[in-house]
């Protein structure tokens, strides 16, 4: 009996839709990476080893060192570290602010909405690597100033899902029980609307963490990003340009990285939104 | 049909205006203007000189007056002058745009040619091979970033086949069209290659959907043979997401050319912009920006109006 409940949980459901239980997989190998790499990189991430400089991938060093000696194997382990703090915290922080935006203007209406939603389709009326580019330009390059422009950019995705979803539920029977019980409008947002409306939020999340993960990359690829010597996937990428004859490996390995972090939260979100929301799986098939 | 533009078109010019208030706040944030930043660097003025600099530039006013001049001025076609260069601001744009527009074109063309048919291919033979490969080939395009995939390009390019595209000068297309396609074509493919999953994705799922429905299940009764009725009726109807997608992606693909420029060593707007930016050119990257963001709406709000040419049903709400 207990295995059969399990089946039918969300997560249970996850771990059947194929391509979402290999995004969740690959998310739990980066988050764990990630918290750990203090602790478990081979050598530290900016120590130079002067006398091992541009070694290609061996026993030592995995996937080579670069032009300074530096092992890559701990830098990118280290740039999982980088990348992935930058990146939730800059979703947790439009997350919370976007539906929180969302659900007012959808719950309240009026001035409220007009409000909050033109200032959200001010953000929207931009190319979104633009204006995280402005942003970064503006502040200059750095973990915080990152975290900010991704949190701006993104947070008119998660208003307009939220509103959508408050939207729907005002409408719902149980709202106007509740509200005919002397139900604030306050308490009516806190204990109904915010819950009922957070599964499309879920989903939203995922898709965020990959892309703020390619907007870190790309804006420290840039330069506008992480400073070195920090380690950061962009910016090894970018360093890598200059020695690409003499010693590839530095590309390859950051350029893997990248490339696993956001497919992994890709699939993961796909999966979810197949799961939670079964109305829109005809619809895209894509993953399955 | 006329109401419904001239609605769209009213629409914008608050967007537009809202854009280069923001534009133009997010650029004053920045702590020190472009002339303190010149104090320490090689020109070595006086604070006497920076003042008349200041006051000749206009950055002596208070927020709400620069904004209203440079508005009034934009308004004209004046977007000030590049503090570095000394040029104005709009003829540098102008200068750098027609590369940026060329690439993303090309790279909008290529994402069709090779998303459509891969995506209708798909959706026919669902779950065959092709199918397989074609999902897979949109999985890579979603998480692979342009600027890790030029990088590649470039590398296969250059031990591989012994070509750098990277090294020699750029020549436009109307001084020699098959040379510049030649340095083109790699920066388009890189540029359209992600665009080109999205819209194998939706080409696949469009037509999944419309051949289930009902106007095709009675063309198929009507005894047309399955090619007839996906070419004469469902195709038609799929390429309506297309058409929004298009649409709706082309300013993105504006701002994934800025990165593609850096990495091919295009002369475009991207890396006017990424220039203005390092050399702290406030008033060259104040005007690229609000420039991009127009033409951003503007694609957008052609984007509204040829959907509702296509698609009659969302012209009267």
Redesign the interface.
Known sequence: MTSRSFRKTTFGRLLRHRSGTVGLVIVLVYLFIALASPWITPYSPIAQHTKDRLKSPSSAYVFGTDEFGRDILSRMMAGATNSLRVALISVTVSGFLGTLAGILSGFLGGWAENILM?LM???F??????LA???S????PGDSNTILAISIVYMPIFARVARGSALQIKEMEFIEASRSLGASKLRLILQHVVPNSLTPTIVQVSLAL?WAI?TE??LS????GTLPPSPSW?LM?SD??KL??LA?WM?IAP?MA??GG??GF??LGDGLRDVLDPRLR??????K | MRNYILKRLLIAIP?IL??SI??FL??H??PGDTISAMIGTQYKLTEAQAQSLRAYYGLDKSLPEQYILWLVNALQGNFGLSVRAGTPVLSEILSRFPLTFELTILAMIIALLVGLPIGILSAVKRDSILDLFG?LL??IG????N??MG??I??IL??YFNASPNSGDYVDFTTNPAANLQQMIFPAITLGFAFSAAVM?TA??SL??ELNKEYAQTARAKGNREQRVILKHCLRNTLIPIITLVGFQM??L???A??IE?VFALPGMGRL??NA??QRDYAL?QGT?VF??II??LV?LLTDITYAFVNPRIRYD
């Open positions: 033109r389709d001010l953000i009326a931009f190319p979104a690597i633009l580019l402005s942003i330009a503006a502040l200059g990959s390619l990359a790309s690829f840039l330069g506008l962009g990428l890598s340009r690409m004859e590839p590309a350029g990248i490339m956001i497919l890709n699939l005809s619809g895209s098939g894509m993953n | 967007t809202g854009i923001v534009i997010i650029m944030l920045i999902r949109a999985l979603m998480s692979l970033p600027f890790l990088t590649l470039i590398y250059s031990v994705r696949r799922s999944l959907e300013g993105y504006f701002g994934g800025v990165i850096e912009l990424l930016i390092s990257v920006i991009i963001a951003f709406v957008n």
